[in-house]
């Protein structure tokens, strides 16, 4: 396991459109994060899950955007009817629960841009 | 709400120089971390700190935590060009349960120039 892997690394698409971006944590971690990042901005906190349960979702994830993680493995984010303003970076980020120091480990990122 | 602030937002120094870097929060919280990022680049961890007093060194880097003024610092020693990155503060509230979505500064854009 060489770290928190997203996929596509990149996506072009028209507004209007849905979009779908998945994360794979490292093997052993049960949390997962999905985090938002504009240019010459630090990233937005959306949503994460502890094992299959979403747990904390953000203000910023509006009715278009859902995240599911099914088996507590992967995870997808959904962007519906996609805006120019839904263009970004969204990067992925995987944890260990239940250690007082634990970190995050970030994904490369899915780039977004919405033309 | 939680904010956090980071200064400088931009800086340009000279290879050898020493520099400091600050992220304010505003709340109480019990975790705070530090990032860097190169262009086009994912998040790397640089440090973790947990409690008042907290110092951790790795290199030419020093972060250090002051949580009854709800400052961190990071500071950088004798800087050479591979250092040049935009660096990152992130706090967040432990919850019992590990790493609870944190809440980033705007960063640090750093040039170190030979």
């Known amino acids: 396991d060489t770290g928190v892997s997203q996929n596509p690394r990149h996506k072009i698409t028209k507004r209007g459109q849905n979009v779908t971006f998945r994360c794979d944590p490292i093997s052993e971690h049960n949390r997962l994060y999905w985090y938002r990042q504009t240019l010459g901005q630090g990233p937005e906190f959306l949503t994460y899950f502890q094992n299959e349960a979403q747990l904390e979702k953000s203000r910023l994830l509006s009715d278009r955007f859902s995240a599911e993680r099914p088996k507590g493995s992967f995870s997808t984010l959904e962007i519906q009817r996609t805006e120019q303003g839904d263009s970004a970076m969204y990067l992925c980020?995987?944890?260990?629960?239940?250690?007082?120091?634990?970190?995050?480990?970030f994904g490369q990122g899915t780039r977004l841009t919405v033309v | 709400e939680l904010k956090v602030e980071q200064n400088p937002l931009f800086l340009s120094m000279q290879e050898g120089k020493n520099y400091t870097i600050y992220c304010n929060y505003s709340t109480t919280s019990d975790r705070l971390y530090w990032y860097r990022q190169d262009p086009g680049k994912s998040l790397e961890s640089l440090f973790v700190l947990l409690s008042n007093g907290a110092v951790k060194q790795e290199g030419r880097l020093m972060a250090s935590l002051d949580t009854k003024a709800r400052l961190s610092t990071l500071h950088i020693t004798a800087a050479v060009h591979d250092l040049s990155a935009t660096y990152f503060c992130?706090?967040?509230?432990?919850?019992?349960?590990?790493?609870?979505?944190?809440?980033f500064g705007k960063g640090t854009h750093l040039i170190i120039q030979p």
């Open positions: 980020a995987s944890s260990l629960a239940g250690l007082e120091d634990t970190e995050a480990f």
């Open positions: 992130a706090v967040g509230v432990y919850s019992g349960g590990g790493a609870d979505g944190l809440t």
